[in-house]
């Protein structure tokens, strides 16, 4: 079965950084785009960062521009995504979530499946 293991949270001081790692298996995980969102408490999903399937086309949201980077190993099945320069308000629940099909999306309905998430805490 798909499954999907994030890890790499924990709490970071602003402006430092993190590294999440998400561990797929059950599936080709070369032919599919993945993605990153996160929800802080208290407020809805808000997508991230997506990699289409052979790491050649990105996404990111206007807040992390610049500040975060999303890659991928197929040969090891992961998804990384680096974040720097880290602020209070990313503090947050982030999901890792696999794609339909091999090209970008951004579309919540668009992903089948999803990991059970790891903690982001920003704060001095």
């Known amino acids: 079965q798909v499954q999907l293991v994030e890890s790499g949270g924990g709490l970071a001081q602003p402006g430092g950084s993190l590294r999440l790692s998400c561990a797929a298996s059950?599936?080709?995980?070369?032919?599919?785009?993945m993605s990153w969102a996160r929800q802080a408490p208290g407020k809805g999903l808000e997508w991230v960062s997506g990699?289409?399937?052979?790491?050649?086309?990105?996404y990111y949201t206007d807040s992390v521009k610049g500040r975060f980077t999303i890659s991928r190993d197929n040969a090891k099945n992961t998804v990384y995504l680096q974040m720097s320069s880290l602020k209070p308000e990313d503090t947050a629940l982030y999901y890792c979530?696999?794609?339909?099909?091999?090209?970008?999306?951004?579309?919540?309905?668009?992903?089948?499946?999803w990991g059970q998430g790891t903690q982001v805490t920003v704060s001095s």
């Open positions: 059950g599936f080709t995980f070369s032919t599919y785009a």
């Open positions: 979530a696999k794609s339909r099909g091999p090209g970008l999306t951004a579309v919540e309905e668009e992903h089948d499946y």
């Open positions: 990699i289409d399937s052979d790491g050649s086309d990105t």
